[in-house]
């Protein structure tokens, strides 16, 4: 066998090397992965040992853990009060009883007191405090939808506080805590609707105003939240609603939340603490949402709580050994280490239902009642609800050692000869190749749930976009309607939610860092060159210039800026201001990430990743392509049956939850197209025709999302605008050769004519369809809007000068709805430019806005005055600006994420490769 030579050898020892670096970045990544994962579950145990959670208010209200639930309004008097007896006997000191107004006010304004009266008047005498539930609702005050439902709530609040008024005025002296309510977040405690927490905010408040009127020492108690997992429309878990409610304002009208914390089989020693899990510790996960609400001061009651020991029982089964002893450990439990659940009550004493039904498998003995009244219960052994950020700093800073570790086996994997050459090799592949790669890559990452496999993916991505950084820019402005599509990466007790383009900008921050760093490296030098080939004479008259200007152009001198990029830091500042008046910091969060950061980081890829006028075509080429493929996925849909019906018309949605949403994006997204259109028709007449189809494409689905606000606002002002600045460009070149001005001349021809055809599309339409006329004639939504606006115009008042913030207006706008207006409290934005930017951004939104619109007026004109055939680009984008910008006093313009990017990018587009 023949001896290896020199480069043999060589050769074999760098594909070691380069197998070895391999194995090396697999090792960190699965160490990585794990250390994240360690992460999560320090933070999950320290929260569940009680980190955190702290006692209420020094004079919170409270009860004895020694209450039990009773049904007394359907027994003979002596069983009455045998019952009570009974329960004072074994210790118990409180009851709570429910009472319902449609019994005690048959009639409006008709009360009959006489069942109420002799249930107040025996648990007076019994020496037990009353907690009494107003619940149910009389035939006369419920919708008709709710006829046979004696459980839904009554069309008009006022009847209700009404009632509760009148309740308190008769037995304000015998009891101080009233109940609002009974379990208004499941079905069909709230009747045949969808479970709404704000509509429920509104009947406590006005309920609480009529009590406390009439009894100013009341106890206002929340509805009994019942326990639940879901976040549906029949259902909604506690934390969820409790978060509206405060949304909602009603914070002032509670004075104590109660919840339903049944064990549900589970020990009460088990430690899970989740929404997606029931048992008896979910008390405190109710906790710690009420404290990121900013209510530490209310207490908590768990005012049903207990084990069931029926066979057939939806509260899971226990032996009455384990139902006692888990009871017992319960209260040891809540007494050790909740000093905010100042209050329990066992689930029924005699529940008012048939022998055979599984709530008697609450009903207590003897044994349990004794063990239910008993002043002493056993103490858990501590827990150590220890601070987990020390624990978090270490395993933080063993990451950033791992990750540095990655750096470096990197970087020695890109200098071996086996891997150094594959960039260069990835460049140089057929188109196929590179279709083929990403198109494997995407199907992975849209099929993969598991996080590794997610983060794997990301990685490679990266690495391919530090090759090529302008198809990560393609990605991120294509998948931009796709927003809602997103991807939710489950980490231990967090769900992240990563839409498709930030997903894509997210794996072009390194490729982003590389370049930026490139940049600044290629300056540096250029300028020492320079200052070595300069005169004494030249450097010392620069420097006294520089030295001369401002301190804006003192930067600008060391930076190339355009006016749009300090726009750009602008828009950041007044966000960042805007946090002053948050209450809820994930929401807030959200909103600065969607509409803010995410927005900015694609305004400043394109600016520092477009290098020429051919890059800054494919970008915008990008981001028509997703509005065409939006409106191509909305047309298959109606197609197929899809859609909302409204009006009588089936409007088309596309990959939004709304038509109005689709139709802020198209409208949009036509004046690029056509702008492209123009440009193209000189270039290649295959392309401009296929242009054209796909241009009618996006013009039917426009048509077909029956959206008033684009018919007759936003493709009106951009059709003025594109003809308008079509007209004035052609001026404003008036020096160019004579076949240049016919092109142009011809090209403005092509935009009116295409125009005409856009409006008398609309105009058939209208009139081959006359339920779109009936449409446009419907004047109930303009109506709403007013009402929409009024309620947003009182939020701007009580937040002027900052607004309350990106992602906030879902969770302010509640508290300012009129009661039985019949407003949706569920609005993201207040569906007018102006008091988009006043709510949200407060005074220094609406300062930006203005010189927002001036500076891009002025750079807008600057780029269609460049002339060239981009000069039809920059006048499409400036189209499709001022298209949103006229639908937008109707709608939204850039408070849905989706818009924000399209707006932040077509500014990039107009100040143009970073050169320029």
Not at 443 to 449: E, I, K, P, S
Request: contains cysteine.
């Amino acid at each position: 066998m023949p001896a290896s030579t020199p480069a043999q050898t060589n050769r074999r020892h760098a594909s070691l090397r380069s197998g070895l670096a391999l194995l090396r970045l697999f090792l960190i990544f699965a160490l990585f992965c794990t250390l994240l994962l360690m992460a999560g579950l320090q933070w999950r145990a320290s929260l569940e040992a009680g980190w955190r959670l702290r006692p209420p208010a020094a004079n919170a209200p409270g009860l004895s853990p020694a209450g039990v639930n009773v049904a007394l309004e359907g027994l003979p008097p002596a069983e009455r009060e045998a019952a009570l007896a009974r329960l004072g006997d074994h210790g118990v000191t409180w009851v709570r009883q429910r009472l319902d107004w449609g019994v005690l006010e048959p009639a409006p304004g008709v009360y009959d007191w006489t069942g109420s009266d002799a249930v107040i008047d025996a648990i007076g005498a019994s020496g037990l405090t009353p907690v009494i539930t107003l619940d149910g609702s009389p035939a006369w005050a419920r919708a008709a939808v709710d006829a046979d439902n004696p459980l839904a709530p009554p069309t008009d609040v006022a009847d209700f506080a009404r009632f509760a008024g009148a309740f308190a005025a008769r037995y304000g002296d015998r009891i101080r805590y009233y109940q609002i309510w009974d379990e208004p977040n499941i079905s069909p405690h709230w009747g045949d609707r969808f479970i709404e927490p704000v509509d429920y905010a509104q009947l406590i408040k006005a309920a609480a105003n009529e009590i406390r009127a009439a009894d100013p020492d009341a106890i206002l108690v929340t509805a009994a939240l019942a326990p639940t997992q879901d976040r549906g429309h029949t259902a909604l878990d506690e934390g969820y609603f409790l978060q509206r409610l405060y949304a909602a304002g009603a914070q002032p009208a509670i004075d104590v939340v109660a919840i339903q914390p049944f064990g549900f089989g589970y020990a009460p020693e088990k430690p899970a603490q989740r929404r997606e899990i029931l048992d008896f510790q979910r008390a405190a996960w109710v906790r710690r949402v009420m404290q990121a609400a900013g209510d530490g001061e209310t207490p908590l009651w768990a005012v049903r709580y207990g084990w069931n020991q029926a066979m057939n029982s939806p509260w899971g089964t226990v032996t009455p050994a384990n139902q006692r002893r888990y009871a017992d450990a319960a209260l040891g439990l809540a007494a050790a280490r909740w000093p905010w659940l100042t209050a329990l009550a066992w689930a029924i004493n005699r529940p008012a239902a048939p022998p055979g039904d599984p709530a008697w498998g609450f009903a207590p003995d003897d044994e349990l009642l004794a063990i239910l009244g008993a002043t002493g219960h056993p103490t858990p052994p501590p827990s150590s609800p220890t601070t987990p950020l020390l624990s978090l700093a270490g395993l933080a800073l063993v990451a950033a050692l791992l990750l540095w570790r990655g750096w470096r086996a990197g970087r020695l994997l890109g200098r071996l000869p086996p891997t150094a050459a594959w960039p260069d090799r990835y460049r140089r592949a057929p188109l196929w190749v590179h279709v083929m790669v990403w198109t494997l890559l995407l199907g992975v990452y849209y099929l993969a749930v598991w996080p590794p496999l997610l983060l794997l993916c990301w990685l490679m991505a990266a690495l391919l976009m530090t090759v090529q950084p302008t198809v990560g820019l393609w990605l991120a402005a294509a998948l931009l309607p796709f927003h809602f599509q997103h991807k939710e990466i489950r980490l231990v007790d967090y769900t992240l939610l990563l839409p498709p383009s930030q997903a894509a900008l997210s794996a072009l921050l390194p490729a982003l860092a590389i370049r930026v760093r490139r940049h600044f490296r290629t300056n540096r030098l250029e300028r020492q060159v320079q200052a070595e080939r300069s005169s004494r004479l030249q450097a010392d008259w620069r420097e006294q210039r520089t030295s001369s200007a401002g301190p804006l152009k003192r930067i600008s001198a060391m930076v190339a800026t355009h006016p749009l990029d300090w726009l750009a830091l602008a828009w950041l500042a007044v966000s960042l201001v805007a946090a002053w008046n948050v209450w809820h910091w994930p929401a807030y969060a959200r909103g600065l990430v969607d509409l803010v950061l995410a927005p900015l980081l694609l305004y400043t890829a394109a600016r520092v990743l477009m290098q020429d006028e051919q890059d800054r075509r494919a970008v915008a080429w990008a981001l028509y392509a997703g509005g065409a493929l939006a409106a191509i996925m909305g047309l298959t849909t109606w197609l197929q049956g899809g859609g909302v019906l409204a009006d009588g018309v089936r409007r088309l949605v596309g990959p939004h939850f709304s038509p109005n949403h689709t139709a802020l994006y198209l409208e949009r997204t036509f004046f690029l197209g056509l702008g492209l259109l123009l440009i193209d028709s000189a270039r290649a007449r295959g392309r401009t025709t296929v242009n054209a189809g796909v241009l009618g494409l996006v013009t039917l689905a426009l048509w077909l999302t029956a959206s008033r606000g684009a018919w007759l606002l936003g493709l009106p002002a951009g059709g003025a605008v594109f003809l308008w600045l079509g007209r004035r460009s052609g001026r404003a070149t008036s020096g160019m050769q004579a076949g240049s001005s016919t092109r142009w001349l011809a090209r403005l021809a092509v935009a009116a004519i295409l125009l005409l055809i856009v409006a008398g599309v609309v105009l058939g339409g209208l009139l081959l369809f006359p339920e779109m006329g009936g449409r446009l004639a419907n004047s109930e939504t303009v109506v709403r809007r007013f009402a929409i606006w009024q309620a947003a115009l009182e939020l701007w008042r009580a937040y002027p000068l900052a607004g309350v913030g990106p992602g906030g207006f879902f969770w302010r706008y509640p508290a300012f709805i009129p009661a039985d207006a019949g407003m949706d409290p569920n609005l993201r934005h207040p569906h007018n430019l102006w008091l988009e930017m006043g709510a949200l951004w407060g005074a220094l939104g609406l300062i930006w806005l203005v010189t927002a619109l001036v500076v891009v007026a002025k750079s807008g004109w600057r780029a269609v005055k460049r002339g060239g055939e981009n000069r039809w680009l920059a006048i499409g984008l400036l189209a499709g600006l001022a298209a949103g910008l006229a639908h937008g006093q109707v709608d939204a313009f850039m408070a849905l994420a989706d818009l924000a990017g399209w707006v932040w990018l077509a500014l990039a587009l107009l100040a143009g490769p970073q050169k320029q």
